[in-house]
């Protein structure tokens, strides 16, 4: 036993020497965290708007107190005419317009059909999206909560048509969906690719043979290498979990300590996929290229992350369901957001477990024909 | 007792007979040079008797344990030095030297006494706690091969230990082969410098497999009728090209 802590003792002082790596993998996820976090959020906050209001009635009124009451929207400028709407976007005062017509007000009472017009800069198309969705969302629930007050006195249903010209995009992405991402891909790199480094360099050094003529076995071998960077990636983890919850404010609904396990689980099934690719190569530039390609690649366009899978062609849908990251976001946003348990998560575990038995098995047979 | 005993020693790797019938004897405390040119079989033979190659056929004994069912004896007892350099240059001197002792299960103690006895004999004081990285190729070689001795091996294994490495630096790592050997230390030695040949108690040379030649530095001269180590190794080469 004391000879596998000499052995993790030593892999401890390489990555602890290796002051740049360190830091990237460290800093590598606070960095990813905050820029998907912040910066690339479509979230919307005290947009400026212009309001082009040719109706000064009661139900305009009230629409425009429940946007600009929202938090999302600021009136930047009273506008008197359409012409004023091109100024105001050309001069990038405004990021949406909302066109109310004379007599809305009138139309609305009468339950004719009332019309308010969204326009937006679609020069940024994600966020032109999103602040149409949002100001059409505020106006329906008027439009509902009018309705649900007047429906016994009115005949007709009182409608208003939001006319925008963006379509509504249903898949509002915001760190959500991005700090899973973000934990599977830092979680298999420092894992799988720092392994499959670190078996390859003792092995272009010569201190692999070294190594293996000592008493050392080749479990302690491959344990001694595993333990450090399980211990590594567990707690870069627990660090992402804390700046998505601290920092993001992303729900933390389930068990803790089921994400913490699966986490685990997926820290291990990844570091059993650099042990493969460690298996497979002596040098540390193809390892290091297989852990890019292989992996991080397909993580990042494949799994889910950036792209919805449901929105990919056919066979990339096919390759997505054997990218383990695909299954580790469903586990963390299941336990995360939806707050659901293991009943509802076992399929996806079992296929995590299930790919870590292959992987570890396939790279100990191809460790065992090399001796033999 | 015979500190390495091959009977028909072989490994095939495919149609390729990499070791071909080797028989051998190296004696306790002897200098064994095993000579060869490059893809002669030498390493192959080493890393059977090292247990981290199956031999195909034939039978071995290192420090008399079996090298098919004993590996893992054989491990305890023997030290090995490969031509690629074998320590740790992202560590210091004194860490390379502990975890090599930890991996052998050396007691702390004992590591510590060693450290010093190690530093202290090859004039590291200074550098003692400086990553390996930053010493000179011949210092490191000199240390790889005290690391080696670290846990009082029986054998030890000694893969072109000197190569690349300058005259001076070359004839005080012979020193320390011969303090070792005085100790009772079997050297298992592999090495292209023929000079270095004339070193070794006794030389096999090894071609295409099979080992041509075996005998004391001088019964190889003699029998050749040369006068150097150089001569035995051309005529031999030279000879199975001709065939």
């Known amino acids: 036993m004391n000879r596998f802590f000499a052995f993790v003792k030593k892999e401890f002082l390489h990555i602890l020497r290796d002051r740049r790596t360190l830091l990237i993998l460290f800093g590598l996820p606070f960095l990813q965290v905050l820029l998907f976090g912040f910066a690339l959020t479509n979230e919307i906050k005290n947009a400026n708007i212009g309001l082009l209001d040719n109706d000064h009635g009661a139900h305009s009124q009230q629409i425009t107190n429940r946007l600009l009451s929202s938090g999302y929207f600021q009136l930047r400028a009273n506008l008197q005419s359409y012409r004023d709407i091109d100024a105001a976007f050309r001069q990038n005062k405004i990021k949406l317009a909302v066109v109310i017509p004379a007599n809305f007000t009138n139309d609305y009472a009468h339950g004719w059909s009332a019309q308010i017009q969204l326009v937006s800069d679609a020069t940024e198309q994600n966020s032109a999206i999103s602040l149409t969705s949002y100001a059409t969302a505020i106006i329906g629930a008027y439009a509902a909560e009018q309705q649900a007050t007047t429906a016994s006195q009115a005949a007709t249903p009182m409608r208003i048509d939001v006319s925008t010209r963006m379509v509504f995009n249903p898949e509002l992405k915001g760190a959500f969906v991005f700090v899973p991402g973000v934990m599977a891909m830092v979680l298999l790199l420092v894992s799988a690719m720092m392994t499959s480094v670190t078996i390859a360099r003792e092995k272009e050094t010569g201190t692999m043979d070294v190594l293996l003529v000592s008493p050392l076995n080749q479990g302690q071998i491959l344990f001694g290498k595993i333990v450090p960077y399980l211990l590594l990636s567990f707690l870069n983890g627990c660090l992402i979990i804390a700046l998505g919850v601290f920092l993001l404010h992303i729900p933390l609904h389930g068990s803790l300590i089921l994400l913490l396990a699966e986490t685990l689980l997926f820290i291990f099934m990844a570091l059993s996929i650099g042990l493969l690719i460690s298996s497979l190569t002596d040098s540390q530039l193809v390892a290091m290229f297989a852990s890019l390609v292989v992996m991080l690649m397909p993580t990042i366009f494949l799994s889910g992350f950036i792209f919805p899978i449901e929105s990919m062609p056919r066979p990339l849908q096919f390759i997505a369901n054997i990218i383990p990251a695909k299954y580790f976001i469903d586990i963390v946003k299941g336990v995360m957001i939806k707050g659901v348990g293991l009943s509802i998560l076992w399929p996806q575990t079992l296929v995590l477990a299930g790919m870590a038995i292959v992987f570890i098995g396939l790279s100990l047979r191809n460790l065992k024909t090399r001796i033999g | ?243």
């Open chain 2, 1 to 243: 007792m015979d500190a390495i005993v091959t009977t028909k020693l072989t490994k095939r790797f495919g149609d390729f007979v990499a070791t071909d019938a080797v028989t051998f004897t190296v004696g306790e405390g002897e200098i064994f040079g095993f000579l060869g040119a490059n893809g002669a079989g030498k390493t192959t033979a080493i890393r059977m008797l090292c247990g981290l190659l199956k031999p195909s056929s034939g039978e071995a004994t290192v420090a008399g344990f079996n090298v098919y069912k004993q590996t893992e004896k054989i491990k305890q007892n023997i030290g090995y030095m490969s031509q690629r350099f074998s320590l740790y240059e992202d560590l210091t001197v004194r860490e390379n030297i502990r975890f090599y002792g930890g991996i052998y299960g050396l007691s702390l103690t004992n590591i510590r006494q060693k450290t010093d006895v190690i530093v202290a004999k090859l004039g590291l004081e200074a550098v003692a706690d400086s990553l390996v990285v930053s010493l000179p190729l011949g210092w490191k070689q000199k240390l790889a091969f005290s690391v080696a001795l670290l846990h009082d091996p029986k054998i030890v294994f000694l893969d072109e230990p000197t190569g690349g490495v300058d005259p001076i630096t070359r004839r005080q790592f012979w020193e320390m082969i011969y303090e070792a050997a005085h100790r009772g230390t079997t050297i298992f030695v592999t090495t292209h410098y023929m000079d270095e040949a004339e070193y070794c108690h006794r030389v096999s040379i090894m071609v295409d497999g099979q080992i041509k030649a075996l005998d004391t530095p001088a019964g190889l001269k003699k029998s050749y009728n040369t006068t150097s180590m150089d001569g035995v190794f051309q005529i031999l080469a030279r000879g199975t090209s001709t065939k």
